[in-house]
């Protein structure tokens, strides 16, 4: 895995983990998924499979 890809995909994780914990609630308490999200974002930048599996692996 380049080293590129894989500090793009932390700081989508790290982001999609920070909206999803500051984004309040909409409706009876729903909020939205922003990590899962930035983890799709992230897994259409991958180039093998086995990388994005690790990565949803983490997410």
Same mark, same amino acid.
């Given at each position: ?6 500090? =793009?995909?932390?700081? +989508? $994780?790290? #982001?999609?983990?920070? @909206? ?6 909409? *409706?009876?308490? =729903?909020?939205?998924? +922003? $990590?899962? #999200?930035?983890?799709? @974002? ?6 093998? *499979? ?6 949803? $692996?983490?997410?």
């Amino acid at each position: 895995m380049d080293s590129k890809k894989l500090t =793009v995909s932390s700081i +989508f $994780l790290s #982001v999609g983990l920070l @909206l999803h914990y500051v984004t309040p609630a909409l *409706v009876m308490g =729903v909020k939205p998924d +922003f $990590l899962l #999200v930035m983890m799709f @974002l992230a897994i259409l930048f991958m180039d093998d *499979v086995k990388e994005a599996f690790v990565l949803s $692996l983490f997410a």
